[in-house]
């Protein structure tokens, strides 16, 4: 990624005042003075963010997404924020769907330690371990534990055989985990999901009752996501660096794939997350590491682990909604590495 004398974070009330994006110092965004009433800067922006904001702006890929916004960050914090539209910032909370996953699998393998992970876990963690949920429900009724989302009246999991071994995408997979694990607790109250995966993960994500589908239950902000993703790359989770180990094949049409909802080419599936890539000169190389929600919400970290991406956003009528974000948001990455906006 290209070096630059100077990163900017823009909150979200200065853009929205502009109308587009305010710019300047990070100081300058936080602080506005009198002799800069809000909504104005003090310097323009580099041709790397410029790049970046004409790009979500304008982008093809970008532009039927509707609002949402994109932050790219270190695990020292934000670097650059984009809110597209209004009535999405960094501290929006919505339902995260698919992303949750990965907010589990990190919560599980620091409660476990992944030196004492049974290869039971794993294949559960990387999706192979044949429990497949019947349908998919959420289980959000008040007062749902982890226990009666596992059972008929709801989610009905149950072990096939046929599948044990072969990757399948379901949530059913960490409802079994989940069962075993923290069955008797709930969405809300005393003896939370949520309070669960907090604790584990020191993260201050909110309380909602479908938190006791773990695969897929979760609500959050880009700021509350971003606190994991910071932990992830600064070495502070058994699974930091451990986001290739037990990877399994999950492009359709790869070798023991049962089902995949993946279309962006060749990827593979670790602990509770997908690992991209891109094939150069006839090898196939990681990129990176994601977990995309079925409602848009898209976060990553490079392969190096020093940056983070989020694109959030939740549009729960479409297809492909977590697809659509990851090719906009790499779009932008891409536009801001190089500084020149993508069509």
Same mark, same amino acid.
């Given at each position: ?19 587009? &994006? ?59 924020? &984009? ?45 192979? !371990? ?116 037990? !990877? ?12 995949? %909802? ?12 997908? &690992? ?14 994601? !977990? ?50 993508? %069509?």
């Amino acid at each position: 990624m290209k070096q630059h004398g100077r990163t900017t974070f823009i909150l979200a009330r200065g853009l929205l005042a502009l109308g587009l &994006i305010g710019c300047g110092t990070a100081e300058d965004a936080l602080e506005p003075t009198a002799e800069a009433p809000l909504g104005t800067s003090h310097a323009a922006l580099t041709v790397y963010e410029q790049a970046a904001l004409d790009t979500a702006q304008t982008s093809a890929s970008c532009t039927p997404l509707g609002n949402f916004y994109w932050e790219l960050g270190t695990g020292a914090g934000p670097l650059y924020g &984009i809110p597209r539209g209004s009535g999405v910032s960094a501290t929006t909370v919505m339902p995260i769907a698919s992303a949750s996953k990965w907010l589990y699998a990190g919560a599980y393998v620091q409660s476990r330690g992944y030196a004492n992970l049974t290869l039971d876990e794993k294949k559960r963690l990387n999706f192979t !371990s044949g429990y497949i949920d019947e349908n998919t429900t959420l289980c959000g009724d008040a007062g749902t534990t982890v226990s009666d989302c596992y059972g008929p009246a709801y989610k009905n999991v149950s072990f096939r055989s046929l599948q044990n071994g072969r990757y399948f995408y379901n949530g059913g997979h960490m409802q079994k985990l989940a069962l075993d694990d923290i069955g008797a607790r709930k969405g809300t109250g005393l003896a939370s999901v949520m309070d669960w995966i907090n604790a584990r993960l020191g993260t201050t994500l909110p309380e909602s009752d479908s938190d006791v589908a773990p695969a897929g239950g979760f609500s959050g902000s880009a700021a509350h996501y971003r606190v994991f993703l910071t932990k992830l790359l600064t070495n502070q989770y058994e699974l930091s660096s451990k986001l290739t180990v037990d !990877s399994v094949p999950a492009w359709q049409g790869g070798p023991n794939v049962s089902f995949t %909802p993946w279309t962006g080419g060749q990827a593979y599936y670790g602990l509770g997350h997908w &690992i991209e890539g891109e094939t150069v000169n006839g090898a196939w190389t990681v990129t990176g590491h994601s !977990s995309p929600g079925a409602f848009g919400f898209y976060p990553w970290v490079n392969a190096a682990r020093t940056r983070y991406m989020l694109l959030a956003r939740s549009r729960q009528l479409g297809e492909e909604e977590g697809e659509k974000s990851r090719v906009c948001a790499q779009a932008i990455l891409k536009a801001y590495e190089l500084g020149v906006p993508q %069509p």
